[in-house]
């Protein structure tokens, strides 16, 4: 699906040529999990997967959405009548972005778009933050609004957090924002400081697989709910502001502090050590030692396995046959209760990986994970 294609249905849809076209990627975050809540340290990169938006201004107050991917006819939306929702409609995404502009003082009038994605959805890539992303970038390019990307990914987060009614975090939409082809994104999510870390891994002779597990768990959301709520329960019996103020040298001392607290103490552990692993991670890939990261990966599903408690057979499933096989690293990654594993391994050993994954996964009598190779790439910006 190009960015002519989504042009020409715009142009069906609506009677005429789309003011411009625009594309925002999703997203794999290497490492750094359920830290961004935390205050703490973030590292995702962009996917070559992407969400393309052809949309054009409107200036009668009329917000008309309409996506390939769903199809049907476009939905048409009052700007006046935008207000929070939260029936899980999708059109609450793009809608809940135009919301947050107008709240934040944006004279945004009316727009109409036509989506169209190549990011597989709720499977832990970031489609949401993708759709969010790019309606923001047209928005923004087409009434001349001048807002930094981290701007923008924050109304996204805006969007998500209050219109949608989804609690996450920073991270996505500042990804799909900001991330730069080849480098993946040390964010760090207190100040949402930024820096680009290179990760070619083709130059390296390595490939990094996503395993999409084809599962999201029912009981996904509260878990989040009760792991976010028992990180803030560690950080007040600490007191500090966020467990992202708890040194790793001092990981002990804190622990011990937190007494009888077993869940709380699991928690603090992962995120603590979790940060740790974002800032080894970025060493060992400034000193350009790419495979020294596996094992630093592994560890980090260990913890969302044995402290965060949020992994589930299939993704452990994922993580233990790869490793076996001869990866170089894997973990869960994204929320947990399925969706997303990754795992890098050697490109010569991809094959065998993919072909050994399938045959375990049958063997288990379970529906064939989906393994694509996720290349670092671009993040969103103006296509036509
Ligand atoms: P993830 O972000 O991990 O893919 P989410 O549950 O956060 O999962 O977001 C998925 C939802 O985002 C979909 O259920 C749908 O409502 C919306 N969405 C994402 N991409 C599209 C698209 N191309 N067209 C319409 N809706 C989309
Ligand atoms: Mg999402």
Redesign the pocket.
């Known amino acids: 699906m190009g960015a002519q294609q989504v042009a020409e249905r715009f142009a069906e849809l609506y009677g005429a040529e789309p003011q411009g076209v625009w594309a925002a990627p ?1 997203r794999v975050n290497l490492i750094g999990e359920h830290t961004d809540y935390n205050d703490g340290f973030v590292m995702p990169f962009a996917l070559p997967h992407r ?1 393309l938006a052809a949309v054009s201004r409107r200036d009668d107050g009329v917000l008309r959405l309409h ?4 199809g049907g006819p476009a939905v048409e939306l009052r700007l006046d009548d935008l207000a929070p929702r939260s029936d ?6 793009p809608a809940g972005v135009v919301w947050a502009l107008r709240e934040a003082g944006h004279a945004v009038t009316g727009a109409d778009v036509h ?3 190549t ?13 969010e992303v790019v309606t923001a970038l047209a928005l923004d390019d087409l009434y001349g609004l001048g807002l930094p990307r981290w701007k923008q990914a924050r109304l996204c987060q805006r969007a ?1 957090n209050v219109y949608v009614g ?1 609690p ?1 975090g920073i991270m ?1 939409q500042t990804a799909s924002a900001c991330c730069e082809a080849g480098h993946a994104l040390f964010l760090d999510t207190r100040d949402l400081s930024q820096q680009q870390i290179p990760f070619d891994l083709a130059a390296a002779g390595l490939r990094l697989l996503v395993v999409d597990t084809r599962v999201q768990h029912a009981h996904s959301g509260g878990e989040y709910g009760k792991r976010r709520a028992g990180c803030e329960k560690g950080a007040a019996l600490l007191g500090v502001d966020a467990l992202r103020d708890v040194p790793y040298d001092g990981l002990d001392a804190a622990l011990a502090r937190l007494g009888g607290e077993e869940e709380v103490v699991r928690l603090v552990r992962h995120v603590v050590t979790e940060n740790e692993r974002v800032e080894r991670t970025v060493a060992l890939l400034r000193a350009d030692d790419p495979r020294a990261i596996g094992p630093v990966l592994t560890e980090g599903h260990a913890s969302l396995r044995d402290d965060f408690r949020i992994s589930c057979p299939e993704l452990d499933l994922v993580v233990d046959t790869a490793l076996s096989a001869g990866a170089l690293g894997a973990r869960m990654t ?2 947990g209760f399925g ?1 997303s594993a990754i795992v890098l391994a050697e490109a010569t050993d991809v094959g065998t990986l993919t072909k050994t994954l399938e045959e375990a996964f049958a063997a288990a009598g379970r529906t064939l994970p989906r393994v694509f190779e996720a290349v670092p790439s671009a993040g969103a910006g103006r296509l036509l």
């Open positions: 999703g969400t996506s390939a991917d769903i899980g409609a999708w059109t609450a995404y989506l169209s994605s990011v597989p959805t709720g499977a832990g890539l970031s489609s949401s933050a993708a759709l998500e989804a996450t996505d994204g929320g969706g």
